[in-house]
């Protein structure tokens, strides 16, 4: 029945297993509703016709002195299943980039695995080699030319999303000197990214406190500028300066026939006088 064979199948339970009376009801029915699900796939796959989706596989890699290791899994995220059946694939080793690609149909999706990007430094293809690995996954070992760290695999980073690839810690069972080398650039490459952006911020409160000194000061507060809405209202004109000179005195104006009073300093000494005079006693004949 697996094989399309259903008349030799219809002889076969009639002639035999009916004859013989060999029950074969459960092996029939699991291989029918096996065969079922089949067809309606492929109904399913020919009656909705969609379009091929390009996809981005999910990339690990580690690294030892003398080798780069990825390992690529055929899937648009870490936590997704890799697409099993995969083919068409064309994959290129060149000395400075990785050149990939492969199709697949999953839960009747086509898609379009490619991936393609610039290596850090420059590789040896020939010593190089990739293979396909169980659930949906491909190998890579790529030799590199001279033995060193790579802080990165990518030249250009923002050729595979961060999203796309991680570091296969996993690995530093097999690399574990050369991987702690690679966690320790790793580190010093966050410090000296955090150093730069704190001096950036540095940079920035300066500019700021000196753009504020600039704004001119008035009776110990900032000046604003006028809101571009407010209306203007005219300014009065300033108050003249109060004068130094001392107030004219008043004259006092007399009219005819009328006696003029003298000062009161003169009517005070002439009382006095007359009060003198009064007192002297009478000298007698």
């Not at 379009?51 to 890699?61: G, N, S, Y």
């Not at 050729?159 to 320790?184: A, G, H, L, R, T």
């Not at 150093?195 to 700021?208: A, F, G, L, M, P």
């Not at 001119?216 to 300033?238: F, H, L, M, R, Y």
Request: some cysteine; glycine content about 2%; charged content about 30%.
């Amino acid at each position: 029945m697996r094989k399309g064979f259903l008349g030799a199948s219809y002889i076969l339970v009639e002639d035999y297993f009916l004859e013989k009376g060999i029950d074969v009801v459960d092996t029939v029915r699991f291989v029918s509703t096996q065969m079922k699900k089949e067809l309606d796939g492929l109904l399913s796959l020919v009656t909705h016709k969609r379009e091929i989706k390009i996809v981005q596989p999910v990339l690990h890699w580690a690294q030892s002195e003398a080798f780069i290791v990825l390992q690529v899994k055929f899937a648009h995220r870490f936590d997704s299943p890799g697409c099993l059946d995969v083919k068409h694939e064309n994959i290129k080793i060149k000395p400075w980039s990785i050149f990939l690609s492969a199709y697949c149909v999953q839960a009747h999706q086509p898609m379009l695995f490619k991936l393609n990007f610039t290596l850090y430094r420059e590789i040896l293809p020939e010593v190089s080699y990739w293979k396909f690995e169980s659930v949906g996954r491909l190998f890579m070992n790529l030799t590199k030319i001279l033995p060193d760290i790579w802080p990165n695999i990518l030249q250009n980073p923002e050729e595979v999303p961060k999203s796309q690839i991680q570091v296969w810690w996993d690995m530093k069972k097999y690399y574990p000197n050369d991987m702690d080398k690679f966690s320790q650039l790793l580190e010093e490459e966050e410090e000296k990214r955090a150093e730069e952006k704190r001096s950036k911020r540095r940079e920035r409160k300066k500019r700021r406190q000196e753009r504020d000194q600039d704004i001119p000061v008035e009776n110990g507060k900032i000046e604003e500028p006028p809101s571009p809405t407010s209306e203007s209202t005219p300014s009065e004109p300033p108050s003249p300066p109060p004068s130094e000179t001392q107030p004219t005195p008043i004259e006092t104006q007399t009219h005819p026939g009328e006696a003029q009073s003298p000062p009161a300093d003169e009517e005070s000494s002439s009382v006095e006088a007359q009060q003198t005079t009064q007192e002297e006693p009478r000298t007698e004949l």
